[in-house]
């Protein structure tokens, strides 16, 4: 799934990690598939992480933000 300007959202990304870890643990899925699997499941992984910590900036500078104003 994308957003309206063509890039991955957080919800795919997170969806497709599931995904990668439910097959990962079937007894059919192959070692290189597994590897495959992982690989492409950290991908997703570090995508989430990198949406996740830039949400976590913008919200402490609002928050710093908000101090600030009621210092005032």
Known sequence: MENENGSRTFTSA???????????????????EAMELYNSGMKDAEYCREILDKAE??????????EDDQNL
């Not at 497709?16 to 007894?27: E, F, V």
């Not at 900036?57 to 908000?66: A, P």
């Open 14 to 32: 997170l969806e497709s990690l599931r995904k990668a870890a439910d097959q990962i643990g079937r007894p059919s899925v192959s070692l290189e």
């Open 57 to 66: 900036q913008k919200i402490e500078i609002y928050r710093k933000g908000e």
